[in-house]
Each structure stands twice: as C-alpha cells, then as structure tokens.
C-alpha cells in the first residue's frame, strides 16, 4: 500500500523511470504528463490489469497459504517462548551461583586478574 509520486520535466524522464522498476511495478504505473486520453486510456489499461490479477486469484491456495503461515508463525511463537524460559532459568541460575560464596569468590579472583 505505498504511493510515490514522481515528478520530471518531462515525459521521456519518466519512461526511463518505469523501464527501470521490477515488471511487477511497471504495468502499475500512470503517466498523466501526457494527453488527457492518453493518460486515461494508460489508467484504464492499469485498471484492466488489475483486475485480471484479482480474477486470476484462487481463494482456496490462499485460504491455504494463510492457514500455512498462521501454524508457523503460531509454532514459531512457541519456540520463542521456550527460548525465553530457557534464558531465564540460566539466567536464574548464574545469578545463584554468583551470589553463592564461591561464586563471589570466583568474582573476585577475575576482577584481580584483570
């Protein structure tokens, strides 16, 4: 969903423009610099695109693909959750050991050696 807007003096910079964008982006593209049935036949055809990607969709493969990515992503959350609860419990762990005697004896013995 993002919009740029290009400015230029005049058309031939802008065709350089859209020959350098992905294809994907390039049948997107409007250039209302030119003639005013120009321009509106190029939206129209733009529209007319668009509208052929839309019809082309098959909305089962796509209910499937999001299926697919919500268990991932669901999966996925899961892991970061036993990661986090790994990290605490070490994390829990040392802290222990440096407040035991030896471990603030080991402290300091590092510190006099740096």
Known sequence: GKRVLVTSKGAPALSVLRERLPKSVQDLCVDVS???STGMRQLQQ???RLADRVSCINVGIQEEQCSLL???ITELERELEEI???IQ???GDKGRIMQSPDGRQMTELAISLL
């Open 34 to 36: 030119m003639s005013e």
């Open 46 to 48: 733009t529209v007319e």
């Open 70 to 72: 919500k268990r991932s």
């Open 84 to 86: 986090d609860t790994k």
């Open 89 to 91: 419990q070490h994390s």
